[in-house]
């Protein structure tokens, strides 16, 4: 029903995917064509925004992000590499050719400031984003997100990031389910904390500015 | 029941238990020493390669994010010793390690998903390498309480310690061997438990044989006396005027 949302090719397809469910994957990709960008942003706004500063703060904020990284993000979602509920059934909708100018797109636009719901819980959080739990082997954060969380060339942007989405991929990456970390890094990391830290982490991250222009 | 609980938690409270208590995690490296056909600085086949290598420290400050969120951003390590300093450590001692740690001949659990190929290139090693040699100490290291200096610098100096690290634990560019002065107490400490009871994989067999007879007193008073002396590269009258 969610792809019903996003015009009649998707709900076409969804008829399809429920027909046809073996012959699912190969008749989308062959249907999948290339759109201009501004209809393309009415199938992610649905869910990113079309600002890439999604309202829903269970979709990632997509906005700053290092285009390298969306695209890299794009294609695992393509090649299965990175799983998700909702990204498996959109990616297929999409031509490959559309995602360097998507994620140069998402790119480029202004991160929308996040607030912390709890500041006590984000004060424990900055904690370990600034120092690390040196007890438990956890790296601080900012050791490769930089202290502002405006990550660098080989690790992404996390500052302003729902706190909700951080804390579920943090999840996913202690348990293994997202593994397409290039350098399973953050598996190792997420590894060594808790359910506690994780939530106290996300507060804080949700907080951080990134680098000011 | 409650009186041995009682004694249970004294004997918790008992110097030595610190001592077993670093030693819980600590295990026999397979490859390592004590294993049949180590030998100590024989070069592994990335040893050979990153030898070959022109480092870069600009390059090797960029690499280093991935090490800062445990060595923190200044490379000083953690004060209480659980990640050592590495400012000042020679490159050849930089590179011996981590190679080391990622071929499994020194077992570091901590830092072995950090080092492992995927999250460093040979070419970032020897950028790592030449940017800590350089790197400036801008923060006291952890240091011992200072009863035992004296007692610590008799014992390094009776067990010809200087042979290889040198009269102010300034180790050794050439042969590898680490600088250890001003490294942090609790790092120093761990390590030369480590290094006696066999568990520091890439031991070299002259080093165990040294430390065999010391008492873990004897250790850290001798890590008391190294966490007290000052960073090697100061010049004489820098040192004589702390």
Known sequence: ?213 | MKQAVAVFMILQMLPWQTASADMADAVKSPKGYGSKGYVWGKLLPEQVEVLKLNGDAVRGKEAFRGCRGCHRPDAAGVTDGTYPRLTGQHASVVIKQVTEVRAGVRVNPKMDPFSAEHAVSTQEIADIAVFLASAETTRENGKGDGDYQAKGKALYEKGRCSDCHGRRGEGNENKAYPAIAAQHYGYLKREMDYIQNGVRGNSHPDMVKAIKHYTHRDIEAMADYLSRLSDYRQSGAERNAE
């Open chain 1, 1 to 213: 029903m969610r792809l019903t949302l996003h015009g009649i090719r998707g709900s076409w397809l969804a008829g399809v995917a429920l027909l046809v469910p073996g012959m699912l994957l190969s008749p989308v990709i062959t249907l999948a064509q290339t759109v201009p960008i501004a209809e393309r942003l009415l199938l992610c706004g649905g869910c990113h925004n079309s600002d890439g500063n999604s309202a829903i703060p269970e979709n990632p904020n997509l906005s700053g992000l290092d285009a390298e990284y969306i695209h890299r993000q794009l294609q695992d979602f393509r090649n299965g590499a990175r799983k998700s509920p909702v990204m498996s059934g959109i990616i297929p909708l999409v031509d490959e050719k559309e995602f360097e100018a998507l994620a140069a797109f998402f790119s480029k636009q202004k991160p929308k400031p996040g607030g912390a719901v709890d500041a006590k819980l984000a004060a424990q959080g900055k904690e370990i984003y600034d120092e690390g739990i040196v007890g438990s082997a956890v790296p601080a954060c900012s050791g490769c997100h930089n202290d502002d969380g405006s990550g660098t060339e080989k690790y992404p942007r996390i500052a302003s990031q729902h706190a909700a989405y951080v804390v579920q991929q943090l999840t996913n990456f202690k348990s293994g389910e997202r593994a397409n970390d290039v350098r399973a890094v953050m598996r190792a990391v997420a590894k060594r904390m808790n359910e506690k830290e994780i939530r106290a982490v996300a507060e804080y991250v949700v907080t951080l500015k990134g680098a000011q222009e």
